[in-house]
């Protein structure tokens, strides 16, 4: 059985929505949307009584809630918070290093849906890229070990779906949002670029509304 994503668009194009024992990474560069899309995921778990965790390496829980707040569907998320849902700020710096990161996150209890937001913050106080790219192996592992599926958010620049330091390799999916600037008003898309387990349309821009009642896929956009 698969996880719903709370788009029912984007499940119904995934089939079902997302394969359990999965790392997505969602991609994209600044005001794309990312944690706000993140947040419907986890809302969707928190409906359906699953225990869920967001952790945080840039905004601190107020901030993340605020930011829930001005969106209808995603304003009852606060209520959860320590019951089903947990939300974690950690400081990244001299005390806690990628591989410091690693161990807190391993000794997480099993949990069904997780967010860890962003990755760039492991790349900056990795001890180097190689070190970055052998640590993120080794956290995907973990993350397969305690979470039934997680969204790691990335930020990106230009076209890029990852930092360029093998994100996109060592996930299993691939989310990137996205500005389309074909009309007067830029539009955020999403599009699949990978997704193992999963029959899709790869690589298909959807749509992503965002505005003050909720968040939404709707039909794909035709270049």
Known sequence: MKM????????????GGLPKNTNILVSGGPG???TLFSMKFLAEGIEAKEKCCYVSLSENKE????????ITSLGKIKEHVGENLAIEHI??????????FNEIISSYPEIDRLV????????????????????LSELLKHLKDISKCTFLICETEGDGIDTGNGEAF?????MHL????????PMRTLQIHKLRYTAFEPKVPH?????????KITGTKII
């Open 4 to 15: 719903k994503t709370g788009f029912v668009k984007l499940d119904k194009v995934l089939d």
């Open 32 to 34: 794309t949307g990312k």
């Open 63 to 70: 901030e993340l809630l605020r930011a829930a707040s001005n």
């Open 91 to 100: 400081t990244m710096g001299e005390n806690i290093t990628m591989k410091k």
């Open 116 to 135: 860890i937001d962003n990755i760039n913050k492991l790349l900056i106080f990795a001890e180097s890229k190689r070190a970055y790219r052998i640590h």
């Open 170 to 174: 060592e996930c299993d999916g691939i």
């Open 178 to 185: 996205s500005f389309l600037e074909l009309e007067e008003k």
């Open 207 to 215: 749509e992503f509304i965002i505005n003050n009642k909720d968040l």
